[in-house]
């Protein structure tokens, strides 16, 4: 059985013992879970499908970026402000849902309002660049909604929905938990090379409001920091470069819940940093960026997404 019948087979299980039509209502999609049936699939952790790399991977992207600094004429350590909007990035966010038609009732309908607010969560989170809902689209469509990272049904979904990606952020919310993730984005560096793939995509029930532990909307906000050029803080583990970022301390490993006293997984200086939006704690956790990230970010922008300001 492949993961798309078994997940319909699940669905219409559910439906067929609990006699309910609606998963997920429509009117209150922020706050209604998919049925237990449906759930019992969906991963029980954070998993980011943001490609981890390799580190010699990591080596040529940094030289990329480092001879990108050079020919645009950026001075060695130069530091743009941290706590500073650089400017607002217009959002483009696509609903994709999936509607049970015969049975009636869908699932991942979200609303303006609901799109609305994860994207104040963006704002809230990031102190360089603020974020404005522009477009709002609502897709039924059953191979998007419970699409994987590099299959033809995301080049599908991205090519008929996305808008400009040198001007606009892409937010897809699809089915990406019946996967097994949470979301996943593109990096900074690869927009001019696949312009069409660009953007991030969370699973629908991590906005604002979705299931716990997720649901402050913070999934968005760590793809979006991946969409800007950050890795993961346990990006090479314990390694010297880790994330190459200075003021992240080095991390083993993904941190998973979310406690106060953080733990200390390498012998470099530092303790793990949980807090971070690019480890894995839970939302109630992920509370911040570095200025060693901003700053990242900022050099992002202006290296590979200097049309995306409003
Ligand atoms: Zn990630």
Known sequence: MNQKSGVLGLAVAALL???????????????SHPAAGARQIKPLVRVCGTSDLVERDVDLIERFIA????????????????NVSLGTIPVAFHCVYYDFGFFGGSEGLLTEADAQAQVDALSAAYTNVDFSLEI???????????????????RNMKLSLGADSSEFLNI????LSYVGLLGYAKFPWNQRKSPELDGVVISY???????AP??????????????????????????RRNDTVDDTPAEAAPFYGCVTAQPDTCPA????PIFNF????????LIEFTPGQVDRMNTMIQLFRPNIFQ
Request: glycine content about 14%; aromatic content about 12%; proline content about 6%.
């Open 17 to 31: 013992l609990t006699g309910s039509v609606c998963l997920l209502p429509q009117s209150s999609a922020t706050t």
């Open 269 to 272: 200086p530092g303790v793990d």
């Open 67 to 82: 001879a990108e600094r050079r020919r645009r004429g950026f001075k060695p350590g130069q530091v743009l402000p941290a």
């Open 278 to 285: 690019m480890d894995y704690s839970d939302d109630a956790c």
């Open 205 to 211: 029930d991590s906005i604002p409001g979705g299931l």
């Open 136 to 154: 709002f689209t609502q897709t039924q469509n059953y191979d998007w909604f419970f699409h994987s990272p590099g299959s033809q049904a995301e």
């Open 172 to 175: 897809y919310s699809t089915g």
């Open 214 to 239: 997720y649901d402050e909307g913070d999934t968005a906000v760590h793809e979006v920091g991946h969409w800007l050029g950050l890795y993961h803080t346990f990006q090479g583990g314990c390694r």
